[in-house]
């Protein structure tokens, strides 16, 4: 048997292959985004030609039917750009060309301040009632937990097709239908992934800690906001940041629930975009797109190390 | 945040053991009861209601009337709900192997730790933070036949590029002469599926992280190559991992809809049927058509189907998962 260290490599290949692999990978991965954002700053036409645009230049016809290429100007694209995302205006305010923000059928102004409304109440209920929960399946004895946490555990797996149909009943029985409510006001009443989530985070807390508030006079109440809460920030904040993202994203719910156009989300403003009438150029459909993304991408940039930490679940073990 | 020494004793609650008991219990269920209520009132009631309502013909407008089974007898005989079903079945059986292969291979690549592998692993990640409404815009654009970036960039090198949202391929033909086809579309869906690896690749790469390395030495040492290395320590170490993902993968397939949806409505040239699947035949039987009676007999198949898909797979498991002790 040899001494010394024994160098294994998990991946098992050599690192020349392994970094071209990953190479092409992100490469695969990041084209559709990278090509949606370099679309929506290119015109109508400069989008409709392809990737050879940048290479030979926009093909067209002159008057007389000869064949022409025009390179792209770069000084051009800042200008396209605010043509695209915005729009244009002549002297006296008269919109000349209609951008995403400023389009005439498509309120995208008033479906962000929807989806922001939604977001922020859906956020700050979802993490709140679950911290709530966890508590109570983590810090507190009580007659049934057990079985309520199983319970709850089995729930994460009924699909939400099922639950759809009825719940729009309950909704309209209840005269939210017609507003946002549908979309925020269940996140009050806590998740089960979250809950799950907290709650073993919530184990890992030392007791003492509780005892010490205790001593202080602090019943549940006071354990809760002055020695749980404070020390889960990092497995909130995850909560926080997955909920925000999933609200963000979610198509399905906004489908069913909103029946007012001007109630619409940013992900059912952008399906009406692209189906309107005289169908969206693919230019400003791209525009269209990166804006209802953008958030979400800057929020990962600036949340990576705590997202990925969420779903590897490692920050999180007791 | 007060500290107060801890070098206290443990000082017994005042009041008794019972009472004590007794407001603990009272406090847990008061604690517990946001969750609680939220499941009483939207989802045993819902999963109640979608029941009962699976036993009527319920047109929405007016009263419903209750029928017996007959809303699963005529799912038996519906063409266009059991092709979706169909439909679905192919598209998890396609999927999932697929996303777990390319998932694994991906997280094994970025185990390896190599210089930007925080790039790597963002840009792979990145993807699955997109909004189901802009992937589906972003795809079509790439997807499309004309002017999308897939058939220009083939092109470019010789190749025509297919119908990826219209067209169909032709498999051959079967025993009674008729083609064997399969639309474009279903395969489009199954890209941009894959293109949301992402979130499983990083679930593997930190179980593949756990992985003692004193188990690869010693599988050296018996002189393993690197394939029965992986398949006799990496693969039985990381398989509770694998078995969380696949049935997390299973249970999304056969919701798949959000996708679907948007790119139809975005193809008016195509074949409606094409992308049609489980959850797409619920939500127009519910609200296009308004038969909810109908959609309810359709969900609780689609529940059952679930729970006997999970339930199998956790029994399938017991001898192909390899928990560690401790």
Known sequence: MSEGTFKVRESHWSSAATYAGLLLVSILFLTPLAWMVVTSFLTQEQAAQGPEVFVDGVKSFTPSGQAVTTPIDPTEIPRQIVRNYYGEHDANGVPIHRGVWTDDGVNFPL???????????????????????????????????????????????????????????????????????????????????????????????????????????????????????????????????????????????????????????????????????????????????????????????????????????????? | MSSKSHAKPIVKPIGGQASNARTENAAGWLWASPWVVGFLGFMLLPIAMSFYYSLTEYPLLEKPIFIGFDNYASLLSDGVFLRAVGRTALYALVTIPLSTILALVIAGMLSARVRAGGFFQAAVFLPTLVPMAASAMVWLWLFNAKDGLINRTLAAIGIEGPNWLTGTITFGTDAAGQPIQMPWAFLS?????????????????????????????????????????????????????????????TIGSLQVFVIPYVITKATPGGDPRSLYFFTSAMYDNAFVYAQMGYASAMAWVQLLVTLILTAGMFLVSKNLVHYRAG
Not at chain 1, 214 to 220: A, E, S, T
Not at chain 1, 284 to 293: D, F
Not at chain 2, 222 to 231: E, K, L, Q, T
């Open chain 1, 111 to 318: 479906y962000l301040r929807n989806t922001l409304v939604v977001a922020i109440l859906s956020v700050v209920g979802m993490t709140l009632s679950s911290a709530v929960v966890a508590y109570a399946f983590s810090r507190i004895h009580w007659r049934g937990r057990g079985v309520m946490f199983t319970l709850m555990l089995a729930t994460m797996m009924i699909p939400f097709p099922v639950i759809m149909g009825p719940m729009f009943i309950i909704f309209s029985k209840l005269g939210w239908i017609g507003s946002l409510k549908p979309l925020w006001i269940p996140a009050w009443f806590g998740g089960a992934f979250n809950i799950f989530m907290l709650r073993q985070f919530f184990m890992g807390i030392p007791r003492d800690l509780d005892e010490a508030a205790r001593l202080d006079g602090c019943g549940h109440w006071g354990i809760f906001w002055r020695v749980i809460l404070p020390l889960s920030t990092p497995a909130l904040s995850v909560v926080a940041l997955f909920h925000f993202i999933y609200v963000w994203n979610d198509f399905l719910a906004p489908l069913i629930f909103l029946t007012h156009r001007d109630d619409f989300t940013l992900a059912l403003g952008l399906q009406l975009y692209q189906s309107k009438a005289g169908n969206t150029p693919w230019n400003l459909l791209m525009a269209a797109s990166t804006m209802v993304v953008a958030p979400v991408l800057l929020l990962f940039l600036f949340a990576q190390r705590q997202l990925i930490r969420g779903i590897a679940g490692d920050g999180l073990k007791e």
């Open chain 2, 189 to 249: 869906v199954v890209i941009i599926a894959l293109w949301g690896v992402g979130q499983a690749v990083i679930v593997y790469l930190a179980a593949l992280r756990e992985v003692p390395t004193s188990l690869y030495e010693a599988a050296a040492i018996d002189g393993m190559g690197p394939i029965r290395r992986f398949m006799s320590v990496t693969l039985p170490m990381i398989s509770p991992m694998i078995l969380f993902n696949v049935i997390t993968l």
